[in-house]
């Protein structure tokens, strides 16, 4: 297991990123993390839109920063109806994996991966990507890391689902800290997601010696 004496090693000089498209809810943080931990573990650097701010319009913020990542995973896997009246679903998620697909097929230089938790759900929520195989993780974070084995197969660094426990742990317990010490109320907060980035990456590093 890691040690935290074992943490100040020296990174790696380049890391491809991520673009994280994912839930912001308390259900969903085990889930949240398990991402964060497992881009990391690949070797990549996670980006969200919580990191977006200026005075720009939103979206231009989030296309340019999609742009500017070389993947991007959209979970779609939160697909209810929300409590607050009108009852509505959400479809921000959708529509950012529709910026990612046409900007696949006008550059060719980036990859975006459908990730559900519930087999054939997607064909009958989003049937424009019939033909697509989304990857299903059941809701677990076991399954994230397995899922993300799968659609990172091709990368150089193979970290196994063990190590990202690993990394994982590492984060949450961490976390309690990380929270007191920004005065955050919730995971889905920038500064809480910058911090959480400092320590699964380097607890990465040092599993990948």
């Given amino acids: 297991m ?38 990391h573990a690949f070797g990549m650097t996670p980006r969200v839109a ?49 910026l990612a697909i046409a900007w696949e097929r006008m550059k060719g230089t980036h990859t ?7 087999h054939y759900r997607l064909s009958k929520s989003l049937s424009d ?28 660094r193979q970290p196994t689902s063990e190590q990202m426990w690993e990394i994982y742990w590492v984060v949450r317990g961490r976390l309690p800290g990380i929270l007191r010490q920004t005065g955050a109320r919730s995971l889905f907060e920038p500064s809480v997601f910058r911090q959480i980035n400092v320590v699964a990456s380097t607890a990465a590093v040092a599993i990948a010696k």
Avoid at 70 to 77: F, K, P, T
């Fill in 129 to 156: 990507l019939n033909g697509t195989d989304p990857c299903i993780h059941k809701g677990t974070v076991e399954g994230v890391f397995r899922e993300m084995c799968n659609a990172f197969a091709r990368r150089k």
């Fill in 112 to 118: 975006s991966f459908v990730m559900e938790a519930v």
């Fill in 2 to 39: 890691l040690q935290e004496g074992s943490w100040h090693v020296r990174k790696p000089k380049a890391r491809t990123e991520v673009f994280l498209n994912l839930p912001y809810d308390p259900k969903y943080k085990k889930i949240f993390l398990a991402y964060i931990c497992a881009a």
């Fill in 50 to 98: 919580l990191e977006i701010a200026g005075n720009r319009r939103r979206l231009d913020r989030i296309f340019d920063l999609l742009r500017s990542c070389r993947y991007s995973i959209h979970d779609l896997s939160k697909v209810q109806l929300d409590r607050k009246k009108p009852c509505t679903p959400r479809f921000n998620m959708p529509f950012e994996l529709g």
